[in-house]
């Protein structure tokens, strides 16, 4: 399977300039707009799968599932990314902020 080209923004969180990103922890963004972010679970019964959480803007109507585990990380960015997407689509803006 090919891997998953991601359609927003990715990048490795940093909380400040003495931080060292890992490859273990990355938000996502359209614009301004965080879209979710993934994380490698380092330890416990999820250990070395990447658990994915969807965000958005405010919206009226939320869906689920809005976060869960995939065994790549490129997927937990496509679980995220679709998330994202059937959100704005469901409150009717269909419109990412970049476009």
């Known amino acids: 399977m090919a891997d998953y080209q991601p359609e927003y ?3 490795r969180t940093k909380l400040d300039d003495n931080d ?4 273990s922890d990355w938000p996502g963004y359209d614009g301004e707009v965080a879209v979710g972010r993934i994380q490698l679970q380092p330890h416990g019964p999820m250990k070395d799968k ?7 803007p405010t919206t009226l ?6 976060q ?3 065994a790549e990380g490129r997927q937990a960015m ?3 990314e679709e998330y ?3 959100l704005l689509a469901n409150n009717g803006t269909g419109k990412r902020q970049w476009d």
Not at 61 to 66: A, E
């Open 78 to 80: 496509r679980k995220v």
């Open 20 to 23: 060292v990103p890992t490859d």
């Open 61 to 66: 109507k939320r869906h689920t599932p809005h």
């Open 68 to 70: 869960g585990y995939e």
């Open 50 to 56: 990447w658990l994915w959480s969807g965000h958005g």
């Open 9 to 11: 923004k990715w990048h």
């Open 84 to 86: 994202y997407d059937t």
